[in-house]
């Protein structure tokens, strides 16, 4: 019976991903579909007003991923926190789109976001 020799592979660039699935002789119809689906980031935001960390988790949880809030942000006991943002590259674009269509402190998070996923694609 064959091995199949399991290994982790190291994605942290929309490049990377592509050549990964080249590699393996992919459709290239497929690379720009699948490669930001590869890569998974965690982004820690600092100083999030509470109520929108709770609008920031209901969007990303709706894409798939996922936002890290304090136990009781949700009796908005602190002004603001620190949060971690989960997710594949795909789900942050995605996640950006929603965060513009909300008002401006949230579309402040969405600009930050987008300086930061730029430096992975």
């Known amino acids: 019976m064959a091995t199949h020799n399991p ?3 190291t994605i942290d660039s929309l490049a990377a991903a592509k050549k990964e ?3 393996i002789g992919s459709d290239p119809k ?3 579909i699948m ?3 590869m890569i998974s980031k965690v982004i820690k935001l600092q100083n999030v007003v509470l109520q929108d960390a709770i609008i920031l988790k209901q969007d990303m949880l709706s894409l798939g991923g996922e936002v890290v809030i304090p136990r009781d ?3 908005l006991k602190e002004r603001s926190a620190d949060i971690l943002v989960v997710g594949t ?3 942050l674009q ?3 789109g929603k965060l513009q269509r ?3 402190r949230i579309q402040k998070i969405a600009s930050e976001l987008t300086v930061l996923i730029q430096k992975i694609t």
């Open 7 to 9: 290994v982790f592979v």
């Open 21 to 23: 699935i080249k590699s």
């Open 30 to 32: 497929s690379i720009d």
């Open 35 to 37: 490669a930001p689906k």
């Open 73 to 75: 942000a949700f009796e």
């Open 89 to 91: 590259l795909k789900q």
């Open 94 to 96: 995605e996640l950006v």
């Open 102 to 104: 909300h008002y401006p």
